[in-house]
């Protein structure tokens, strides 16, 4: 399944795994502008590795503060303990 990223309203959805081959195609398709995402939906990715966690961080904080993240795909929650991140994809102080 091919990894996919849509803009609806607050919310920016994913499809497909998301790993270092996905983020390469996925990044230069997503918008820059995400003043006003709220919520990344990831109830359709099965599994996230280390380069799909740093692309949802990288756009967690473009979109600045408070990004809840719907979904639990398989790594997500151990590569943010790994990586020392909040619920919200930010940097534990």
């Known amino acids: 399944m091919t990894a996919t990223c849509t803009l609806h309203d ?3 959805a994913f499809t497909g795994i998301l790993d270092r081959a ?19 939906d ?11 966690l740093a692309l ?5 904080a ?6 809840r993240i719907d979904g639990s795909p398989e790594g997500l929650a151990e590569l943010r ?3 020392r991140l909040q619920d919200d994809l ?4």
């Open 42 to 52: 990831l109830s359709a990715v099965p599994l996230v590795d280390s380069a799909g």
């Open 10 to 12: 607050d919310t920016l």
């Open 22 to 40: 996905a983020v390469a195609v996925l990044w230069p398709q997503i918008p820059r502008q995400l003043a006003g995402v709220r919520r990344f």
């Open 62 to 67: 473009m979109a600045g503060e408070g990004v």
């Open 56 to 60: 949802l961080a990288e756009l967690a």
């Open 90 to 93: 930010s940097f534990a102080a």
């Open 81 to 83: 303990r790994a990586y």
